[in-house]
């Protein structure tokens, strides 16, 4: 294995344990002692930190969401360029999948936020604005913020931002809807 091979798994995986760290689950665990995933959606993402301790601890999680993902990428500049497309999935997979609760985490979708702010801050630009219309348009968040989310790989694409990038914005895209999907089919269900 050559230096780069290496170091950009190294980086692939601390991505994956960066995403692990469910601000979330441990936020609510610290303030109440209970489990967030016994709660409310048992999701470990903000929207329902916002239902179990409020907006204000909910803004908190989001930041630190966002943060994480947000550092994946840097770290992956910093050390393994070419590994950043990868990095931003792990970061996105760690959170949806943290090993350390059993695979059972949040949606993903502030780590790809913060992940893309940083690989393609133009891009999370036209993804925010993409968001903010259809949500004029809209009464419900949970559509215009997957179209959103399905947006971002291609604005990166229309960018020319490298393969690598635009395939690890894609993924992350993949990993948040699929990560939706229960959601989806109650929206698609009314």
């Given at each position: 294995?050559?230096?780069?091979?290496?170091?950009?798994?190294?980086?692939v995986?601390?991505?994956?344990?960066?995403g692990c760290?469910t601000?979330?689950?441990?936020l609510?665990r610290?303030?109440?002692?209970?489990?967030?995933?016994?709660l409310g959606s048992?999701s470990?993402?903000?929207?329902?930190?916002?239902?179990?301790l409020?907006l204000?601890?909910?803004?908190?999680?989001?930041?630190l969401?966002?943060v994480?993902?947000?550092?994946?990428v840097?770290?992956a500049?910093?050390l393994?360029?070419?590994?950043?497309?990868?990095?931003?999935?792990?970061?996105?997979?760690?959170h949806?999948?943290?090993?350390q609760?059993?695979?059972?985490?949040g949606?993903g979708?502030a780590?790809?936020?913060?992940?893309?702010?940083?690989?393609?801050?133009?891009?999370?630009?036209?993804?925010?604005?993409?968001?903010?219309?259809?949500?004029?348009?809209?009464r419900?968040t949970?559509a215009?913020?997957?179209?959103?989310?399905?947006?971002?790989?291609?604005?990166?694409?229309w960018l020319?931002?490298?393969?690598?990038?635009?395939?690890g914005?894609?993924?992350a895209?993949?990993?948040?809807?699929?990560?939706?999907a229960?959601?989806?089919?109650t929206?698609?269900?009314?």
């Amino acid at each position: 294995m050559t230096a780069d091979v290496v170091a950009g798994v190294a980086v692939v995986v601390a991505a994956y344990l960066l995403g692990c760290i469910t601000a979330g689950w441990y936020l609510v665990r610290w303030r109440t002692g209970r489990d967030l995933r016994q709660l409310g959606s048992g999701s470990l993402g903000g929207r329902n930190v916002s239902r179990v301790l409020g907006l204000r601890w909910a803004a908190v999680v989001v930041a630190l969401d966002l943060v994480k993902g947000g550092l994946a990428v840097l770290l992956a500049f910093a050390l393994a360029p070419g590994w950043a497309g990868p990095a931003i999935v792990a970061v996105v997979l760690g959170h949806v999948r943290p090993i350390q609760l059993d695979g059972h985490g949040g949606r993903g979708l502030a780590p790809a936020f913060g992940a893309l702010v940083v690989a393609a801050p133009i891009a999370a630009l036209a993804a925010a604005a993409t968001f903010a219309a259809l949500a004029l348009l809209s009464r419900s968040t949970l559509a215009p913020v997957l179209l959103a989310t399905i947006a971002a790989p291609a604005w990166a694409a229309w960018l020319e931002l490298p393969a690598a990038v635009v395939g690890g914005i894609a993924g992350a895209a993949a990993v948040v809807v699929i990560g939706h999907a229960a959601r989806l089919r109650t929206l698609v269900a009314q």
